[in-house]
């Protein structure tokens, strides 16, 4: 390929790779981070509130640390799922829908994480397994029934003189540095399991895509998919990717496999030289084919799922309505070619569209009826009626209303002593009985029927809670008795 094509091979990838757009973000140190430490260990999948409320609480710590963060995390969850480096699905086991990462934002990780551990030297125990696959598939595909007994038989020579060296007394064992590098080399390979994991759910979801617009699609003449479905066939699982994955899971589901791992596994991490492995890694292995049946679990269910569903749309005639609608859109498409000539597409056409009178909003918005709201909990109290008191009344009518015949009172009676006083003046010698309600009151008084020299004076009263208050109000003079 020349430089041009890859050029623009790049380019396209550039704009459709979720990898590379993680990698170039602007904030694609905390968008690795914090997918790699939520779904990115032993929690591969977690419900929307859960991962909103974990990513909510480390932003906190981040824009403490001075990163501009402005968004919240259900804010930067939907940013990260049109991006392509979520992917949404429905709860399986409850209501509600559940976040995973995307095989793209799962290769960015592992990427970062190669670049922030990179591997120092080409190991021996990567050479060695490459050696031995190498001369198995040499075996295995030779067809030369001559030759390959002859590798057969020199395989069975060797291990006939390993067997006698080991009877023997001479026995060799590999050395801890040694051991410990095949062992990280084994994990680095089932570290990547996950990220093949989630491009098979990737494309089992694109082939069952493609097969439904093949189904639209086809027209009487090229009726080969609809007539596989109606005979029942699996067109999922007998496609490349569902048989290569069935095969895989066989020997997963194996339990002669699974017991003879599990086994090579324990005595592994017995090892001496096992104790310099971190607690994560070794966690890791232990929990390692069941986490394999687990996904490959998944994987099933996901492929039964689209199955059924497929079956489930042509069975249903569904696609004949989706036919009808592809139609009409095409045809719409074409007759715009040759309009778009004359009638430009900003020109008002007159057709008035009347829309449904059904108001759409979102179904979190929707308040549900919840019948115990409406239960009388409580015992009906009955009230008797009686006589009226004066002196309640009087209490009631002082709560609600300023007592201005007390004021004028109190206002009086200091100007028999007095030539002029002030509000100040006033409630020094009769305190606020309604708290500020007195000083107001006075202030009105005061406004209506004194004169106002200018200035400014503390006054001071205790509120009805007994606590003391004060404020500054302007100086106004009573110098007449108030009517």
């Known amino acids: 390929m020349s430089a041009l094509a890859q050029t623009h091979a790049l380019t396209r990838m550039l704009e459709t790779d979720a990898t590379w757009r993680l990698l170039r973000a602007d904030n694609a140190p905390v968008i690795a981070a914090l997918l790699s430490e939520h779904l990115g260990g032993e929690d591969r999948r977690l419900p929307t509130d859960d991962l909103y409320e974990r990513i909510d609480h480390d932003l906190e710590a981040l824009r403490?640390?001075?990163?501009?963060?402005?968004?919240?995390a259900q804010g930067y969850c939907a940013e990260w799922r049109k991006a392509g480096f979520?992917?949404?699905?429905?709860?399986?086991?409850a209501r509600g829908e559940t976040f995973e990462l995307a095989p793209g934002a799962l290769a960015a990780i592992r990427t970062l994480e190669q670049l922030a551990a990179p591997r120092q030297t080409v190991t021996e125990s990567r050479l060695a397994s490459i050696g031995?696959?190498?001369?198995?598939?040499?075996?295995?595909?030779?067809?030369?029934?001559?030759?390959?007994?002859?590798?057969?038989?020199?395989q069975r020579d060797r291990l006939d003189a390993q067997i006698e060296r080991?009877?023997?007394?001479?026995?060799?064992?590999?050395?801890?540095a040694r051991a410990l590098e095949r062992v990280r080399d084994i994990l680095a390979q089932a570290e990547e399991i996950p990220s093949d994991?989630?491009?098979?759910?990737?494309?089992?979801?694109?082939?069952n895509r493609d097969l439904r617009a093949r189904i639209v699609e086809s027209d009487e003449t090229q009726r080969s998919v609809l007539d596989e479905v109606f005979r029942g066939v699996?067109?999922?699982?007998?496609?490349?990717?569902?048989?290569?994955f069935a095969g895989f899971s066989a020997l997963v589901l194996d339990p002669a496999v699974g017991e003879a791992f599990d086994d090579d596994i324990a005595r592994v991490l017995d090892r001496a030289f096992a104790a310099d492995l971190t607690p994560a890694h070794r966690r890791f292995l232990r929990r390692f084919i069941g986490t394999l049946k687990d996904h490959s679990g998944e994987i099933h269910e996901v492929i039964t799922t689209f199955a059924r569903g497929l079956r489930r749309y042509v069975q249903s005639q569904d696609y004949q309505r989706d036919r009808v609608l592809r139609g009409l859109l095409r045809t719409a498409l074409a007759d715009g070619v040759p309009a778009s000539a004359e009638i430009k597409p900003y020109q008002p056409t007159g057709l008035r569209l009347d829309l449904s009178a059904v108001a759409l909003s979102s179904v979190g918005a929707i308040r549900l009826h919840d019948p115990a709201e409406f239960d009388a909990t409580a015992p009906i109290v009955e009230h008797e009626s009686g006589m009226a008191d004066l002196a309640t009344l009087r209490a009631l009518a002082r709560e609600t209303e300023i007592d201005f015949a007390e004021l004028i009172d109190h206002v009086n009676a200091v100007l028999a002593e007095l030539d002029q006083a002030t509000v100040r003046q006033v409630l020094e010698r009769h305190p606020a009985s309604q708290g500020v309600a007195s000083v107001v009151g006075l202030l009105t008084l005061a406004a209506n029927q004194g004169s106002a020299p200018g200035g400014v004076e503390t006054v001071r009263w205790r509120g009805v809670d007994a606590a003391a208050r004060a404020a500054d109000i302007p100086i106004y003079l009573f110098t007449g008795r108030l009517l």
């Open 234 to 244: 699996d067109l999922i699982a007998e496609s490349d990717e569902g048989r290569s």
């Open 197 to 207: 994991f989630a491009r098979v759910r990737a494309e089992f979801d694109d082939l």
């Open 166 to 176: 080991i009877q023997a007394g001479d026995l060799e064992t590999l050395d801890p």
């Open 64 to 72: 403490g640390h001075g990163f501009d963060l402005p968004q919240s």
């Open 86 to 93: 979520l992917t949404r699905r429905p709860a399986e086991e």
């Open 132 to 154: 031995a696959q190498l001369g198995q598939l040499a075996v295995d595909t030779d067809p030369d029934a001559t030759r390959r007994l002859q590798q057969l038989h020199a």
